[in-house]
């Protein structure tokens, strides 16, 4: 039985049929952009969050830029993020005229490295910081680099493309956050039915010249008192997300059950799986295991010849990459983040993803595992 990597057609009972109507009642009262559908959105993802404001956004990499122009970043400031993210991260600053440093993970959560992080602040003074919650949970020590940042005056986003829905000590992990941002990529957990993405906001004044920056840096309709562009939120996908809202906590529950049975299951295979730290209650986002990386290529092989999807999230360090070099202020490290990138392999993980398919998925990997350590008996080495 082939299993693919993610399935976006597992819909609830009714979930298209109620789709359908909404789609007619907008198209019918021509509501596209913006207007009632998105503020409703807005709202109740502010409410379920705990935070003070969301603001809707055209995709999750206008919104990390969206943010970093409320922060006043630009020309000449220097932004930190880790080594281990996906480019857009990357990219965000570099669109807003700023420069990159990367610093890299803490291997024991795969998250920004604390310490080298304290280190880069001393040492290079950057205007902000750029905190990824990789992997659907955050950093262990995510309050006392929330705490650094503040002392030493350096602006904290978080960017929480994979972190919806995450808890951390018993609350969402935005609501101390100063700013974050969100991905409704339609792979997400909480997902759009095209790109969009949300700020999420402390201050209600940072999160009006957000909006206002969203859309054109209007005041009134052909007044414009900021320069910004179009990054509004379409009701299309605003009411395709409350939509999915009502099911989320459902969602949520039958990925973090996988989550955990993949975790329990190839520990019994020697298969190493990365978790998240203690305080934190994860958000299903991805399986992550982590494989030799001499061994991974054999692995993925014969989940191939299995038909069973697999990703690698991510593939390459932000400072490797090809367009990184002439954008970089420093790098810090990279040594943890090269070597996840090397060993990362990401089994299928998804709403409505079923025993059976776990069940295959497993038994790919039992075989794929049996299959390296006869090569290794053998020969010393594996075979390609």
């Not at 220097?78 to 291997?107: K, L």
């Not at 024991?108 to 750029?130: F, G, N, S, T």
């Not at 009006?208 to 379409?234: A, D």
């Not at 799986?273 to 030799?292: D, F, H, Q, T």
Request: charged letters at 20%; one cysteine or more.
């Amino acid at each position: 039985m082939a299993v693919p990597f993610i399935d976006l057609q597992r819909f609830e009972p009714g979930f298209l049929d109620r789709w359908a109507e909404i789609c007619r009642r907008l198209s019918v009262n021509t509501q596209f952009v913006g207007g009632e559908a998105v503020r409703g959105f807005e709202q109740r993802l502010a409410e379920r969050l705990e935070v003070a404001a969301v603001v809707g956004c055209a995709n999750g990499t206008d919104a990390l830029q969206l943010a970093l122009r409320a922060m006043e970043i630009g020309a000449g400031d220097a932004v930190i993020i880790p080594d281990a993210t996906f480019w857009a991260t990357f990219e965000a600053v570099v669109n807003v005229g700023a420069r990159v440093i990367t610093v890299d993970i803490d291997p024991a959560d795969q998250q920004l490295d604390a310490d080298l992080l304290a280190r880069a602040i001393e040492r290079h003074r950057p205007k902000a910081v750029i905190l990824v919650h990789l992997y659907g949970w955050g950093s262990a020590r995510l309050d006392e680099i929330r705490g650094l940042c503040r002392t030493q005056g350096v602006g904290l986003l978080e960017d929480g493309a994979q972190a919806m829905d995450v808890a951390w000590r018993g609350a969402p992990i935005f609501r101390d956050a100063d700013l974050a941002t969100l991905s409704f990529y339609p792979a997400k957990v909480l997902g759009a039915c095209g790109d969009a993405g949300a700020v999420l906001c402390r201050d209600p004044a940072r999160a009006e010249t957000v909006r206002r920056l969203g859309n054109h840096g209007r005041s009134r309709h052909y007044q414009h008192g900021l320069v910004g562009w179009n990054s509004r939120m379409g009701a299309f996908d605003a009411a395709y997300l409350d939509l999915a809202l009502d099911h989320l906590t459902a969602r949520l529950e039958h990925r973090r059950r996988l989550a955990a049975a993949y975790r329990e299951r190839l520990r019994t295979l020697g298969v190493v799986s990365a978790e998240p730290p203690a305080g934190y209650v994860e958000n299903g986002y991805l399986n992550v295991c982590l494989i030799e990386p001499a061994r991974r290529a054999s692995v993925e092989a014969m989940l191939r010849v299995r038909g069973i999807g697999f990703g690698n999230v991510y593939p390459g360090a932000m400072s490797q990459q090809p367009a990184a070099g002439r954008h970089l202020e420093a790098q810090l490290g990279g040594q943890h983040a090269r070597h996840l990138a090397a060993s990362v392999l990401n089994l299928p993980l998804f709403a409505g993803m079923t025993d059976a398919e776990l069940d295959e998925v497993i038994d790919g990997m039992h075989a794929a595992m049996r299959g390296i350590h006869l090569d290794f008996s053998v020969s010393g080495k594996v075979s390609p």
